[in-house]
């Protein structure tokens, strides 16, 4: 069965990272970007980070230039962006495609069949979130729109259930 385990990812610093070094944590992967009507949302990953961080939760950003290019930037130009105007400090990665042939394949995995509860099919907008449990497994969709805030008791839950 493929996790999250499965793949690498290389961070906005150029590091390629296993993201099997996430597994025990229960991850929140968001595809974001930065001159989008939802980059405000950062700050609500952030809190979520703070909160939850301590309890086993890791939130990865991804951006992506898809969206009506709303990620024009390189990555150090990210990195500022996200550190000076929402003090980001869980782990971005560089620029991805999420939908199409060259998707990341993390993202051709997010998005394709884990069961009747979660559907599957491409990513609509920016900040669309998948919750995955300790495993590495997917657990939960969760549409662009959707505010971080929202997902505290599913992420409390999601650690709760997996120790």
Same mark, same amino acid.
């Given at each position: 069965?493929?996790?999250?385990? $499965?793949?690498?990812?290389?961070?906005?610093?150029?590091?390629?990272?296993? @993201? !099997?070094?996430?597994?025990?944590?229960?991850v @929140? #992967?968001?595809?974001? &970007?930065?001159?989008?009507?939802?980059?405000?949302?950062?700050?609500? @990953?952030?809190? +979520?980070?703070?909160?939850?961080?301590?309890?086993?939760? &890791?939130?990865?950003?991804?951006?992506? $230039?898809?969206?009506?290019?709303?990620?024009?930037?390189?990555?150090?130009? %990210?990195?500022?962006?996200?550190? #000076?105007?929402?003090?980001?400090?869980?782990?971005?990665?560089?620029?991805?495609? #999420?939908?199409?042939?060259?998707?990341? =394949? +993390?993202?051709q995995?997010?998005?394709?069949?884990?069961?009747?509860?979660?559907?599957?099919? =491409? %990513?609509?907008?920016?900040? &669309?979130?998948?919750? @995955?449990?300790? $495993?590495?497994?997917v657990?939960?969709?969760? &549409?662009?729109?959707?505010?971080? !805030?929202?997902?505290? $008791?599913? %992420?409390?839950?999601?650690?709760?259930?997996?120790?």
């Amino acid at each position: 069965m493929t996790t999250l385990a $499965d793949f690498s990812a290389t961070t906005l610093a150029g590091q390629e990272q296993q @993201l !099997s070094e996430h597994l025990g944590s229960v991850v @929140l #992967v968001v595809n974001t &970007a930065s001159k989008c009507g939802l980059t405000p949302q950062y700050a609500g @990953l952030q809190a +979520l980070h703070e909160r939850f961080g301590t309890q086993g939760l &890791a939130v990865l950003g991804f951006p992506c $230039d898809q969206f009506m290019h709303q990620e024009p930037g390189t990555e150090a130009e %990210i990195a500022e962006f996200c550190q #000076v105007n929402y003090g980001v400090t869980f782990p971005m990665f560089s620029k991805v495609e #999420v939908n199409g042939e060259d998707a990341h =394949p +993390l993202f051709q995995w997010l998005t394709g069949a884990h069961g009747e509860e979660i559907p599957a099919g =491409p %990513i609509e907008w920016n900040f &669309a979130k998948f919750l @995955l449990g300790r $495993d590495g497994t997917v657990l939960r969709r969760f &549409a662009p729109q959707t505010e971080p !805030s929202e997902l505290a $008791d599913e %992420i409390e839950a999601a650690l709760a259930a997996q120790r």
